[in-house]
């Protein structure tokens, strides 16, 4: 019984179209049609009898019944308007857009490959009417054309593919490696439906520095879409929510958390909403988390290349967001993948891109110098038993503290600055800079990247970290990439981690370890996409029987809890690092009264 | 400058059928403009002849379910008028006596024969069990083969006078839409409605 009850459901739920008429008839052999509503289900198989009879002479003849043929059929909104000769070039929406100019139209080309992306229903969308709505579309090349809507440059067919998934999805993540150009497919499906009037006013937030960047690449592949960028001051701002009547508005994140009185009104109601970076919102207690989900929206989109940074429950965070409820952090990582397998577009180059040029890891373990040898034993010999003093006042401040400063010994020696790692990677960059390479170099604190600018100032070094002002960095990105002799770029992993497109870099150089794969990912991938022309070789630094190493070993496991959610592969039921395993760093044991997760 | 769209004034007729071994034969009809986009579709129930049928009809029997039922039943059940009604299917020309508006059979791409084997090529893919064999028996009602638009193509016998027309209006579709495409547009929805219509009738069978 149980088993019935969804497909009563959809029944139900079958019947009655909005979009177009739909009715199920019973063509009689006159041809006259009789309506009946009550049913789309497909009738059994049909065929006229056979009558026989016999004739007074005593003839045998024969007479073949015409079937009663059932048909379900539908008449298209277009196809309403083409019958009563309302056709026209222009539909709902298109008139709001801004035109090309024909130097423009010339410059740019159609689609490349002849190829046929279809766009598919989404599981969860139960009315017939509207699944064949969506099968009987044109394939989307066809779609994009008939509109005369042009691209810069020829599109990858897994982007169209992208397209696709998100053009008939009200609830979508698309959750691409970093690289394989989320934005565009973005970009792409927001202009074809504005194009076709199904969205009328988006909202697209994303962290702040990559409003620039949302912008170039709106300019690129929908250069007709008016957009306003919500920025400045609260007035100005207000100005923006209040008046602002472009297809997309941008913000970021910060701004919309702050102007949540002027977004978060029923009356301010967006086609969609988009985020960008959406791993953002991981946290579902967060501020943030809260003012998204409480915007008026038809449709939410997320973009991220990392839907999984720590735990399932930053998918979870994410989804509140996307589908509210569709998941729920205390079932296994398999069975979230299937809940969300519908929802979820990921795929990463190794699928994508055969031809994209290869990424080569190096793991350089290193020994620590003499000198950084004695004052990491001596400082965690001292930490660890300054720990266990503590006993029950001991808290994961105190031992995040003595993991921060062991990892900046790893890094120089704080008296004599000593660097196991400064001295390889001067050698690695010499190499580089003799090959006329460019490589960037990624370290969690500026304090150490100041220092490696004074060590490797032969090398012309660029700087990009938070005490770079935003006003300095496109000069600083516009540097590393024109002047032949800066060979290398300092950054921060939160500075330089998303967005930035650093593709004619062919080293990256982890100097040391973030605590998640995930951000060490989006950083490689800055020089690693769509674009790169030679390999590109990550060295990812590791100094030998230190908390470098043990901190990678749960590292690895974070990799195998990803996997376990979308690559269907057997993984540990929890990679995330829990306070327990931060404690064990030191073989220490978490007090009795201290809760779980970091 | 954005294009604007062409006039959409001229519509298309694209006509189909599926055969499943277990229910029969579903027809498909599917009117799409000047640009692809759809505008009208109509399928039809499972039709599955009786063993008598089969023997009264012989070869003779899918020209009958597929052109004469199937066919100008969808034919007849749609509001719009096409300027041109294009077919996958050789038994489908039943569908039109006489041939109101013209019908064109598509033959794929790269058969050139002229015995009857369309689907070569056409994309017809999906783990259904429906598929959209050939039959003999309806083959002397076409015109010979010819070549045009990167397809070959035949149109039913009794229209060689409009084989300009004909052509110039497949030029017009052929500008923005391959041929052949639309065919597998009404295969998916042909499944997809005899798959949600089949658990309906799940539904109301073991309700009853």
Redesign the interface.
Same mark, same amino acid.
């Given at each position: 019984m149980n088993a019935d009850r969804p497909r009563k459901t959809e029944t139900r739920r079958m019947r009655g179209g909005t979009l177009f008429k739909m009715w199920q008839s019973e063509l009689t052999n006159d041809g006259s049609h009789s309506r009946d509503l009550d049913s789309l289900s497909i009738a059994p198989p049909v065929c006229g009898p056979i009558l026989l009879s016999l004739a007074p002479a005593g003839v045998v003849s024969w007479q073949l019944n015409n079937p009663r043929l059932r048909t379900i059929g539908c008449v298209f909104e277009r196809g309403a308007r083409s019958k009563n000769r309302e056709v026209g070039g222009a539909e709902p929406g298109i008139g709001r857009l801004k035109r090309n100019n024909n130097e423009e139209q010339s410059r740019c080309s159609l689609l490349p490959a002849p190829r046929n992306t279809r766009v598919r229903p989404p599981r969860d969308l139960v009315k017939l009417e509207d699944r064949l709505r969506l099968l009987l579309e044109p394939p989307l090349e066809t779609l994009l054309t008939s509109r005369g809507l042009r691209f810069p440059f020829p599109p990858f067919g897994y982007q169209l593919d992208g397209v696709a998934f998100l053009y008939p999805r009200p609830e979508a993540v698309l959750a691409d490696e970093m690289g394989l150009g989320k934005t565009m497919q973005a970009v792409t499906a927001i202009r074809l439906l504005a194009h076709q009037g199904q969205l009328r006013r988006i909202l697209l937030v994303c962290p702040k520095p990559l409003v620039t960047n949302w912008q170039r690449e709106f300019a690129i592949w929908a250069p007709e879409l008016p957009i306003a960028v919500v920025e400045g001051g609260p007035d100005r701002r207000q100005f923006f929510w209040r008046e602002a009547s472009q297809l997309v508005t941008i913000t970021n994140y910060e701004a919309l958390v702050r102007d949540r009185a002027q977004v978060c009104i029923p009356d301010n109601h967006y086609d969609l909403v988009l985020l960008d970076e959406s791993q953002r919102i991981k946290n579902i207690a967060s501020t943030t988390n809260e003012v998204v989900r409480a915007i008026p929206r038809s449709r939410s989109w997320a973009l991220t290349g990392t839907p999984i940074e720590n735990s399932t429950d930053d998918l979870v965070g994410i989804f509140e967001f996307v589908a509210p409820g569709l998941v729920n952090g205390q079932v296994k990582p398999k069975a979230i993948g299937r809940a969300v397998a519908d929802h979820v577009l990921r795929r990463t180059k190794d699928q994508v891109l055969s031809d994209l040029p290869p990424k080569l890891f190096r793991e350089a373990e290193l020994d620590l110098s003499p000198e950084q040898t004695e004052s990491y034993r001596l400082a965690e010999d001292e930490g660890v038993v300054r720990l266990r003093n503590l006993k029950h006042e001991l808290t994961i401040q105190h031992v995040f503290e003595l993991v921060l400063r062991l990892k900046q010994i790893c890094n120089f020696d704080p008296t004599t600055g000593a660097s196991s790692k400064l001295e390889r990677l001067e050698a690695d960059l010499a190499e580089c800079a003799l090959s006329r390479r460019k490589a960037i170099v990624f370290s969690q604190w500026v304090a150490t990247l100041t220092e490696l600018r004074s060590r490797l100032a032969r090398f012309g070094p660029a700087e990009y970290h938070g005490q770079i002002s935003q006003a300095r960095r496109e000069a600083t990105i516009e540097r590393f990439r024109d002047d032949p002799n800066c060979h290398v770029m300092l950054m921060t992993y939160g500075a330089g981690g998303v967005g930035l497109n650093l593709q004619f870099a062919s080293y990256v150089f982890l100097f040391d370890r973030w605590w998640n794969p995930a951000v060490e990912d989006q950083a490689i991938n800055r020089a690693h996409r769509i674009g790169s022309q030679r390999a590109v070789t990550v060295t990812r630094f590791l100094t030998a029987n230190t908390i470098e190493q043990r901190i990678n070993q749960v590292l690895e496991q974070k990799r195998a809890l990803f996997d376990a959610v979308f690559n269907e592969t057997t993984a540990p039921t929890n990679g995330g690092l829990s306070r327990d395993e931060i404690f064990s760093l030191f073989d220490l044991r978490m007090p009795a009264n201290t809760g779980k997760a970091a | 400058?954005?294009?604007?769209?062409?006039?959409?004034?001229t519509?298309f007729g694209y006509l189909s059928a599926l055969h499943s071994p277990e229910?029969?034969y579903f027809g498909g009809y !599917?009117?799409?403009?000047a640009?692809?986009?759809? *505008?009208?579709?109509?399928?039809?129930?499972?039709?599955?002849?009786?063993r +008598? #049928?089969e023997i !009264?009809y012989g070869p003779t029997l899918p020209s009958y *379910?597929v052109g004469e039922?199937?066919g100008s039943?969808?034919l007849?059940? +749609? #509001?719009?008028t096409p300027g041109l009604i294009l077919t996958d299917r050789l038994e489908a020309i039943g569908a039109l006596q006489p041939p109101a508006v013209p019908l064109v059979l598509v033959l794929s791409r790269q058969a050139s024969d002229n015995t009857g084997n369309l689907h070569e090529g056409l994309?017809d893919g999906g783990a259904s069990t429906l598929t959209c064999e050939p039959v003999s028996g309806a083959n002397h009602l076409w015109s010979k083969p010819f070549a045009a638009l990167n397809y070959q193509l035949r149109y039913a016998s009794g229209s060689e006078s409009r084989r300009a027309e004909i052509v110039a209006l497949l030029a017009k579709l052929a500008e923005?839409?391959?041929l052949a495409?639309?065919f597998?547009?009404?295969h998916?929805?042909i499944r997809?409605?005899?798959r949600?219509?089949?658990?309906?009738?799940?539904?109301?069978g073991?309700?009853a």
């Open positions: - | 400058m954005m294009h604007p769209n062409p006039e959409e004034q519509a229910h029969g !599917l009117l799409v403009s640009l692809g986009r759809p *505008l009208e579709f109509h399928c039809t129930a499972p039709v599955r002849p009786s +008598a #049928q !009264l *379910l039922q199937i039943t969808l007849a059940a +749609a #509001q719009l994309e923005r839409v391959d495409e639309p597998g547009r009404i998916e929805a997809e409605a005899q949600i219509g089949g658990h309906a009738s799940d539904e109301r073991q309700a």
